[in-house]
């Protein structure tokens, strides 16, 4: 089955990195992801995710440069590996 792709708008993203700036939310976003994905793993899904929640700690000024290189180094291993 090949992959179909939408844009997303970006109203639809600035309101969802919004969100993310509440931690409950966020923790909750990802939490919601995961359970999507118990099925079948998809790597892409979560690093999406990841991605999403990363963006809002940045608009808010509290992600450090130690969490940017922790996030890099799972995002990278998450396309080397595909998330096994």
Known sequence: MSEVKTQ???HYREYLIESLKNPERAAGYISVMLELDEEGYDANLLRLTL??????RKQLGAF???GQ????KL???LVETGGQ
């Open 69 to 72: 290189q922790h996030f890099e």
């Open 75 to 77: 995002d990278k291993m």
């Open 8 to 10: 997303r708008s970006r």
């Open 51 to 56: 991605e999403e929640v990363v963006e809002a």
């Open 64 to 66: 450090s440069e130690v």
